[in-house]
């Protein structure tokens, strides 16, 4: 399964009032793991940016006067995220501004949702996290996901949060069925008569990528069972 994480940023908050993308930035993830493949790309957006906005995002006009247009990078970001399942925070408000930008293309672009399907981790974060603050810097402190380094908003940078984020809230565990009355005899019996005193033990150490998925899932666990998950006060 191919999962784009995207987050983008904009000179303005609405694009009915002319508001154009300045950035757009992509994490690709396959089968819940986060690739090394990345999508940024600024853009020239022929408008001022807004104040409010460059006061988040740190982008000016004059960031952005040498950047490609939208129409000279439209082919190459839907070929990008074609196929895939986009995980956006808030993806009323991001496909909103990409369907605006292919608006401007012309009727054969379409829209987003005729490339990709799309994913709301905002929807998912509120109903994991019912009235709990959602947006990606609190979700990001509750799920124990380093954000230090972020002084300001950026694409990319966001995007790479988000997929910490979405793994993080989609990890959940499978109920273990241990209850003794499920199983017979024989099944127990089973399993205690194989014999693995001829079997070699393989110690596999897990990767940095691995270790620090299984810390996401500890704050899950952690979160999730009010502060009371064992393996981190053991560690």
């Known amino acids: 399964m191919r999962q784009i994480v995207l987050d983008t940023e904009t000179t303005g908050l609405d694009p009915e009032q002319g508001h154009r993308i300045i950035e757009i930035g992509?994490?690709?993830v396959v089968n819940r793991r986060v690739t090394d493949i990345r999508y940024q790309q600024f853009i020239n957006p022929q408008r001022e940016v807004d104040t409010g906005a460059t006061n988040v995002h740190g982008?000016?006009?004059d960031d952005l006067r040498d950047k490609p247009v939208f129409a000279d990078i439209a082919e190459e970001f839907l070929t990008f995220v074609r196929g895939s399942e986009l995980v956006i925070h808030n993806a009323p408000f991001d496909v909103g501004f990409i369907d605006s930008e292919l608006e401007r293309l012309g009727g054969a672009w379409g829209e987003t949702t005729d490339h990709c399907s799309v994913f709301d981790t905002l929807q998912l974060a509120r109903e994991i996290h019912p009235g709990q603050r959602n947006a990606l810097d609190p979700l990001c402190q509750r799920?124990?996901?380093d954000i230090t380094h972020r002084d300001l908003h950026g694409a990319l940078l966001d995007a790479?949060?988000?997929a910490e984020v979405y793994l993080a809230m989609t990890g959940g565990q499978a109920a273990l069925d241990l209850d003794p009355a499920r199983h017979t005899a024989?099944?127990?019996?089973?399993?205690s008569q194989r014999d693995h005193t001829k079997r070699e033990l393989v110690v596999i150490i897990p990767t940095d990528d691995e270790y620090?998925?299984?810390?996401c899932q500890l704050g899950l666990?952690?979160?999730t069972s009010g502060g009371d998950c064992l393996w981190l006060k053991k560690e």
Do not use: P, S
């Not at 024989?186 to 399993?191: A, G, I, S």
């Not at 620090?212 to 810390?215: F, G, L, P, Q, T």
């Open 221 to 223: 666990i952690d979160n």
């Open 59 to 61: 982008i000016t006009l």
């Open 186 to 191: 024989d099944e127990y019996r089973t399993v």
């Open 143 to 145: 799920y124990g996901i």
């Open 212 to 215: 620090d998925a299984h810390r």
């Open 160 to 162: 790479e949060l988000l």
């Open 26 to 28: 992509c994490v690709e």
